[in-house]
C-alpha cells in the first residue's frame, strides 16, 4: 500500500510518502526549489518522494491532499453576508492581486479540484496512473500529523493555526484509529491571524513575522496597560473556545493589513519596517504572546477535562510557538506532549496521509515518529564533488571530525555542520546547523551580525545530551524538536550568554543517540574539552534562503557568508583559516 500527501497553493507545500503504513519520506518544496516558504504545486516533491521509494505515479495506490475545496466554497455566502459591508475592499484586494500574480478569481480553489490531473500530466506514468484521490480536512489533517505517530494510545489533541477551510482552532480525542471532533473556532475568529496581525503591525513582514515577534516579545512588559487594553478585545469561552472584537482587525477583508484604523487609535500607527520599537510597541509584542500563552493553557484545562487523557497533541503553525508550548507542558495538565515537528502546514502532506491510512482505511498503526530526519540524504563522494567544484580547502578527517570540530569550538570559530537526512519541518534540529560555542557573551551578536544577516534582538538555540538536560535548564523533559523553551538555570546564565534570552530563557533541543548520532558525538567530544555537552545552534542557512538541502547550497552558503569552517560528513573546508 502505497499513500502520497501533498500540500499546495498556500505556503509551504510539502509531499510525503507512507509505504505499508510506514513514513518513508517527506520534505518541503522550499527546500528543493529554494524559494523560501514556496506555496507552489510541490512538483519537486512529489518526484523526490518517488525517487526516493524507486516507483512512478503508476504505482500509488491512494493520493490525499490536505484541504477539501468544497468546505470553503460553502461558507463563502456565509461569509460575504456577515461581513457585507467589507467585501467591496475585499473584492478590490483579491482583483489587485489577480492582476499582479496572473491569477483568475479564487483561482486556487480551482487548481485545488484540478490537482488530479495536474498530476497525471506532469509525471511519468501519469497516463496509466489509477490512484484514488482524496481531499482530506484541513484541521484534521493537522491532527492526523500530530497524533497518528505520537505513539499515543490516547490523546487529547489541539490544532491552531491562521485557517484551514474555515475553521481555525480544532479541539479533538483521538483514541486507537479514530479522532473524535469535540469543537472548534470558526473564522474570523483566529489565534494564528490575530498573532499574524500584531506581527504586521509592528513591521514584519507576513508568514515570517510571528517567530520573530516570539523574540522580541522578551523585550516588552506584559503586566501593563497595553496588555489590559489587548486583553480587553477577547472573551475566553466555554468549551475552550473564545473570541475577540473584530472590529479592531481588518485581516479577514485585507491582505495588505492586519489590523483596522481603531486598534491604531488605541494602540499606536503601524510601522512600515522594523526595528526602532518604543516601549508600548514592546509591550504590544509581550501583551500578544501573554494571550497566545493564556489561550493554550485555556484550551489545555478544557481538552483535559473533556478527554481525561495523560497525553496531547500538538499542531498548526501555532503550535510552532515553542515558549507557548513550554507553558502548556510545564503546567501539570498533562504528563506527556507530542508536538509534529513539521507543525505548519508543510506537516499536512504526511497528515492527510496518515488521516487516510488509519481514520479511512483502518490501517494498522504501525509508524512511531522517533525522528524528523526524513529528507535527502547525500554520500562522501556527493559532498567532495561539492567541495572540489567550489574550489575551497578540505580535508577528509574520518572519525577525527568530531573532535576536531569540537576543538575549532572550543576556540570560538563558527561552523557551518551538514550531516545525514535533511530535517523535516522549520527548525534545524543538527543534520543542516550553524554550531558555535555558548560561552562568549558576544556570540549571538556575531553570528547574527557576520553570518545570518538578520535582527540582532532574535536568539539562538541550543542542543544538549538529553540526560543532562535537567543540569541546565529548568525542565527536563526530552525535546527533540525544539518545541519547547525552558528557562536557564541561574549558575549557567552568565556562562552560556550565547544561548539565553534576554528573559533568561532559551529555546532546548535535547539529543540522544538514536535520533542523531552525529551531534551525540560532537557533544560528548565539546564536553570532552570544555565539561558541558551544550552547543549553539541554528538553522544553516543566509538570510531570505531555506535551510540547506545539498551540499551545493551548503558550499554557497558557506562562500556567501562569514563562517569559519564547513564540516560534511568527514570532510572539513575553510576559506581563509588553517586547516
Known amino acids: 500500500m502505497i499513500i502520497l500527501g501533498i500540500n499546495a497553493y498556500g505556503h509551504d507545500s510539502s509531499a510525503a510518502i507512507l509505504v505499508d503504513d510506514m513514513l518513508v519520506y517527506a520534505v518541503e518544496e522550499e527546500r528543493l526549489t529554494r524559494k523560501k516558504h514556496d506555496g507552489q504545486f510541490p512538483v519537486k516533491s512529489i518526484q523526490a518522494c518517488l525517487d526516493y521509494a524507486k516507483i512512478t505515479i503508476a504505482d500509488v495506490d491512494h493520493i490525499t491532499f490536505f484541504w477539501k475545496p468544497g468546505l470553503t466554497i460553502r461558507h463563502i455566502p456565509h461569509y ?25 478569481m479564487l483561482n486556487y480553489l480551482k487548481d485545488m479540484y ?40 490516547e490523546a487529547a489533541i489541539l490544532t491552531v493555526d491562521g485557517a484551514g477551510e474555515w475553521s481555525t482552532t480544532l479541539f479533538a480525542h483521538g483514541k486507537g484509529n479514530r479522532i473524535a471532533k469535540l469543537g472548534s473556532v470558526d473564522t474570523p475568529y483566529s489565534l494564528g491571524a490575530f498573532y499574524q496581525a500584531i506581527s504586521m503591525h509592528l513591521g514584519f513582514k507576513l508568514i515570517e513575522g510571528p517567530g520573530k515577534l516570539m523574540a522580541l516579545a522578551s523585550f516588552g512588559n506584559a503586566n501593563g496597560t497595553v496588555y489590559k487594553d489587548l486583553r480587553s478585545l477577547f472573551r475566553f469561552e466555554e468549551n475552550g473556545k473564545y473570541s475577540f472584537d473584530m472590529s479592531y482587525f481588518s485581516y479577514h477583508y485585507s491582505r495588505k493589513s492586519g489590523v483596522s484604523k481603531k486598534f491604531n487609535t488605541l494602540f499606536g500607527p503601524s510601522k512600515t519596517e522594523t526595528g526602532n520599537w518604543n516601549q508600548r510597541e514592546l509591550d504590544l509584542a509581550a501583551s500578544a504572546q501573554r494571550i497566545v500563552e493564556e489561550l493554550f493553557l485555556h484550551f489545555g484545562a478544557y481538552l483535559k477535562k473533556a478527554t481525561g487523557a495523560d497525553a496531547i497533541c500538538l499542531a498548526g503553525g501555532v503550535a510552532l510557538n515553542s515558549v507557548a508550548n513550554g507553558k502548556l507542558i510545564q503546567s501539570g495538565l498533562f504528563k506527556h506532549i507530542f508536538i509534529q515537528p513539521a507543525a505548519g502546514d508543510s506537516g499536512t502532506s504526511l497528515g492527510s496521509a496518515f488521516l487516510l491510512a488509519h481514520e479511512q482505511l483502518n ?14 540524504t547525500y554520500t562522501d563522494s556527493d559532498y567532495e564533488s561539492a567541495l572540489k567544484a567550489a574550489g575551497v580547502s578540505y580535508k577528509n578527517l574520518g572519525d577525527k571530525i568530531y573532535e576536531t570540530t569540537a576543538a575549532i569550538l572550543q576556540k570560538e570559530h563558527i561552523i557551518g555542520w551538514f550531516q545525514g537526512a535533511m530535517e523535516y519541518g522549520p527548525r534545524a534540529l543538527g543534520n543542516r546547523s550553524i554550531l558555535a560555542s555558548p560561552f562568549p557573551a558576544d556570540m549571538k551578536d556575531t553570528i547574527n551580525r557576520r553570518i545570518k544577516f538578520r535582527e540582532g534582538f532574535r536568539p539562538f538555540a541550543a542542543i544538549v545530551n538529553e540526560e543532562e538536560c535537567g543540569k541546565y535548564f529548568s525542565f527536563h523533559l526530552p525535546n527533540p524538536y ?3 523553551v525552558y528557562g536557564v538555570k541561574e549558575e549557567y546564565q552568565k556562562l552560556m550568554p550565547a ?68 564540516v560534511m560528513g568527514p570532510f572539513i573546508a575553510t576559506k581563509t583559516l588553517p586547516l
Open 482 to 484: 525544539m518545541l519547547l
Open 114 to 153: 484540478r490537482v488530479p490531473k495536474t498530476i497525471r500530466s506532469l509525471f511519468q506514468g501519469g497516463d496509466k496512473a489509477r490512484f484514488k484521490f482524496h481531499f482530506q480536512e484541513h484541521h484534521l489533517c493537522h491532527a492526523a500529523s500530530t497524533f497518528y505517530p505520537s505513539g499515543f494510545y
Open 363 to 376: 490501517r494498522p498503526r504501525r509508524y512511531i515518529m522517533k525522528t524528523a530526519f526524513l529528507g535527502n
Open 80 to 104: 460575504l453576508i456577515k461581513f457585507f459591508d467589507k467585501v467591496p475592499n475585499l473584492l478590490r484586494e483579491q482583483r489587485s492581486f489577480a492582476v499582479e500574480e496572473n491569477l483568475g
Open 499 to 566: 544561548i539565553t534570552h534576554v528573559d533568561g530563557t532559551v529555546r532546548i533541543q535535547t539529543v540522544n543517540e538514536e535520533e542523531n548520532p552525529h551531534m551525540r558525538r560532537l557533544l560528548t567530544a565539546f564536553k570532552g574539552l570544555t565539561g558541558h555537552p551544550v552547543i549553539l545552534n541554528t538553522s544553516f542557512n543566509i538570510k531570505s534562503e531555506p535551510i540547506v538541502c545539498s551540499p551545493t547550497d551548503a558550499v554557497h552558503s558557506f562562500i556567501h557568508s562569514d563562517l569559519d569552517y564547513l
